[in-house]
């Protein structure tokens, strides 16, 4: 069961909230609370390539996370200053199969997608008052992937280590590869869609 101390290391109370892909804007009241949202929901068909896949990888695993984040941008524009309150962030676990194979390719499509959408929609929304960074993991063991090489623990730390250390682009995989690779995409994506697309809200 997850729990969360705050820097006293009293509990933080928590509460679930339910909600389905497609229906992101019943979650505007409860963003309005929220200071870093964290998207790393996904679903794996492994070789399945049927319609009904396509739809359910393309909506969970991609267009639903894109959802959020334009939902939740436009929730932190509408807030009022308050310099008591710490900077809003996104945190989106685009997965190491943004670049590299994952032996599913619905999962890759999609993620490929979700990183793309990324690139793109920072260049508006990145500012400061939102900061977004980008979450490539290598394969670690969950319920989506029971036979990953790392476990959740390790990969938690480094992510918060990083994250602490101010990187937007945040890594963690044994992949040697990821490392090189990953920079060199998200380079050249930013200065692509600068140079050939159009600022807009």
Same mark, same amino acid.
């Given at each position: 069961?997850?729990? #969360? ?24 009241? *409860?963003?309005?609370? @929220?200071?870093?949202?964290? *998207?790393?929901? +996904?679903?794996? @068909?492994?070789?399945?390539?049927? =319609? ?10 991609? !267009? ?30 685009? /997965? ?6 994952a *032996?599913? $390719?619905? %999962? ?8 793309? #959408?990324? /690139? ?9 008052r ?6 490539? !993991? ?7 992937? $029971?036979?990953?090489?790392? +476990?959740? +623990?390790?990969? =938690?730390?480094q ?5 602490? *250390?101010?990187?937007? !682009?945040?890594?963690v995989?044994?992949? $040697?590869?990821? %490392? @090189?690779?990953? $920079? !060199? ?6 200065? %692509? %869609?600068?140079?050939l697309?159009? /600022?807009? /809200?």
């Amino acid at each position: 069961q997850l729990q #969360l101390r705050d820097a006293a290391g009293e509990a933080i109370p928590l509460r679930d909230e339910t909600w389905c892909a497609g229906q992101e804007e019943a979650l505007r009241g *409860l963003l309005a609370e @929220v200071d870093v949202l964290v *998207l790393n929901h +996904g679903v794996n @068909v492994h070789g399945e390539r049927s =319609a009904a896949a396509t739809e359910l990888s393309l909506q969970v695993n991609a !267009l639903s996370s894109w959802r959020l984040l334009e939902l939740f941008a436009a929730v932190v524009a509408e807030r009022p200053a308050d310099p008591a309150r710490p900077r809003a962030e996104v945190w989106i676990n685009t /997965s190491e199969a943004e670049i590299q194979p994952a *032996l599913s $390719p619905l %999962y890759e499509i999609s993620k490929r997608l979700l990183g793309q #959408l990324l /690139s793109l929609r920072a260049l508006d929304l990145a500012g400061p008052r939102l900061r977004l960074r980008r979450l490539v !993991l290598g394969p670690f063991r969950s319920a989506l992937n $029971p036979v990953g090489v790392m +476990g959740p +623990g390790f990969v =938690a730390e480094q992510v918060l280590l990083q994250a602490q *250390l101010g990187c937007n !682009l945040i890594i963690v995989t044994p992949n $040697p590869l990821t %490392y @090189v690779l990953m $920079p !060199l995409t998200t380079l050249s994506r930013w200065l %692509y %869609y600068r140079l050939l697309s159009r /600022s807009g /809200s």
